[in-house]
C-alpha cells in the first residue's frame, strides 16, 4: 500500500475512501500470507526436527534464534491485529467524516507506526531466516 497505492493517489480528493477500499480488499490477502507463513514455520521446525518445546527452543543457538523468530512473528500478529480491525479502520473511517480533526490525525500517526514497525519486524524475521538456513547459527 505505502509503496504502490499512497504515492499514486497522493493529491486525489477521494484518498480516504481509497485507502480504506484497498485496505480492507488487502486485508483477506495479509492474513492468508500470516496463516501460510505460520504453517510454513511449523513445518520446517518439523523438518529441521527442532522441538516446538522450551528445552527444543532454548538449549541451542539455532533453537533461540527460532524462539526469537516466533515472537517475532506473534508480535508482527498482534500488531497487524490491532492495525487491520482498530487503528487502520478508524482512522480511514474518522478520515471520511472528520477530514482534518487531531483525532483523525492520531489514528493516521498510529497506523503508519504501526505499518512501519509491522515492517522492521517482518525484515528482522527474514534476516533471521537467512541466517538460519545459511548456517549462521
Same mark, same amino acid.
Given at each position: 500500500?505505502?509503496?504502490?497505492?499512497?504515492?499514486?493517489?497522493?493529491?486525489?480528493? +477521494?484518498?480516504?475512501?481509497?485507502?480504506?477500499?484497498?485496505?480492507?480488499? !488487502?486485508?483477506?490477502?495479509?492474513?492468508?500470507?500470516?496463516?501460510?507463513?505460520?504453517?510454513? *514455520?511449523?513445518?520446517?521446525?518439523?523438518?529441521?526436527?527442532?522441538?516446538?518445546?522450551? +528445552?527444543?527452543?532454548? +538449549?541451542?543457538?539455532? *533453537?533461540?534464534?527460532?524462539?526469537?523468530?516466533?515472537?517475532?512473528?506473534?508480535?508482527?500478529?498482534?500488531?497487524?491485529?490491532?492495525? +487491520?480491525?482498530?487503528? *487502520?479502520?478508524?482512522?480511514?473511517?474518522?478520515?471520511?467524516?472528520? @477530514?482534518?480533526?487531531?483525532?483523525?490525525?492520531? !489514528?493516521?500517526?498510529?497506523?503508519?507506526? @504501526?505499518?512501519?514497525?509491522?515492517?522492521?519486524? @517482518?525484515?528482522?524475521?527474514?534476516?533471521? *531466516?537467512?541466517?538460519?538456513?545459511?548456517? !549462521?547459527?
Amino acid at each position: 500500500l505505502p509503496l504502490v497505492l499512497l504515492p499514486a493517489i497522493k493529491k486525489h480528493p +477521494d484518498k480516504a475512501i481509497l485507502i480504506h477500499t484497498v485496505g480492507l480488499k !488487502f486485508r483477506a490477502v495479509g492474513w492468508i500470507v500470516l496463516l501460510v507463513l505460520l504453517l510454513s *514455520g511449523l513445518f520446517n521446525m518439523h523438518f529441521r526436527q527442532v522441538e516446538f518445546s522450551w +528445552d527444543g527452543l532454548s +538449549d541451542s543457538a539455532f *533453537g533461540k534464534m527460532i524462539f526469537y523468530k516466533i515472537l517475532i512473528f506473534f508480535i508482527t500478529v498482534l500488531i497487524s491485529s490491532l492495525h +487491520d480491525f482498530y487503528i *487502520g479502520t478508524t482512522a480511514t473511517r474518522l478520515w471520511m467524516q472528520e @477530514a482534518n480533526s487531531k483525532r483523525v490525525q492520531n !489514528f493516521r500517526l498510529w497506523a503508519r507506526w @504501526a505499518g512501519r514497525i509491522n515492517l522492521l519486524l @517482518a525484515i528482522t524475521a527474514a534476516g533471521i *531466516g537467512i541466517a538460519l538456513v545459511r548456517g !549462521f547459527f
